[in-house]
């Protein structure tokens, strides 16, 4: 069954320093989407990236870094001097397709982000 | 500005009582999502719809219901019959449900007290 674990269930950092939050996935399907939404404490879900499983170059966005590796089934996601803001939780998500072709996110269960001024 | 709104924020209601939670988008998707999350757990998929006037349950229908008589809007009913309904509600929208993987893009929320 597809399956995604997040490890760590909170990390507390200083600020600017880098940190990465671990991303695991199980599934049996060939084509698969894997996602990284930010939780604030506002709660409104942000969408930060979207990966198709054909495509295994690392991706960065300013002080955010991907790095999806099919061979270990992992997704990770880094943070580069991390900011008071980034201070959130943080959910990894994999797409599986239902029956009637729609596609399903499947969550893990986040990883609380503190960054300490 | 284009979004996702859910109102209210935070709702209250006695046991055994219906409460229906409001989900309205201008983002002018096909698709339309509900989740809910539980403290320290991921989201759960309560209900989906890829086009108007049809949805399809989820992992948590029981105790839910929904309808979708317009694109904008995906009103979800919790019910009586749903036996521990107290946590926060996600609505979520994405250009098509179908045919490819978009991206959900999520509402603020509204979290459901029920004592």
């Known amino acids: 069954a597809q399956k995604v674990t997040q490890a760590q269930t909170e990390i507390s950092v200083v600020e600017k320093e880098d940190v990465t939050l671990d991303c695991v996935y199980e599934t049996r399907d060939t084509t698969y989407y894997l996602f990284w939404y930010k939780q604030p404490p506002s709660g409104e879900l942000v969408f930060l990236i979207r990966r198709n499983s054909f495509d295994e170059q690392n991706e960065i966005s300013g002080r955010y870094s991907w790095n999806f590796q099919k061979s270990t089934s992992s997704f990770n996601f880094t943070i580069t001097a991390s900011q008071v803001v980034d201070s959130a939780v943080y959910f990894c998500a994999l797409s599986e397709e239902r029956m009637d072709s729609s596609y399903k996110l499947i969550f893990g269960s986040g990883t609380r982000l503190l960054v300490r001024p | 500005d284009g979004g996702i709104t859910q109102s209210p924020k935070y709702l209250f209601r006695k046991e055994g009582q219906n409460v229906t939670l409001s989900c309205e988008q201008n983002l002018n998707h096909d698709a339309m999502y509900w989740y809910r999350q539980d403290p320290g757990q991921g989201l759960r998929l309560i209900y989906y719809?890829?086009?108007?006037?049809?949805?399809q349950k989820g992992d948590i229908a029981e105790g839910y219901s929904v309808s979708r008589e317009k694109k904008e809007s995906f009103p979800l009913t919790v019910t009586s019959a749903q036996k521990n309904p107290t946590a926060f509600y996600l609505c979520?929208?994405?250009?098509?449900?179908?045919?490819?993987?978009?991206?959900?893009?999520f509402g603020p929320g509204t979290r459901l007290t029920v004592t």
């Open positions: 979520a929208s994405s250009i098509r449900g179908g045919q490819y993987s978009y991206e959900q893009y």
């Open positions: 719809s890829q086009i108007v006037n049809d949805f």
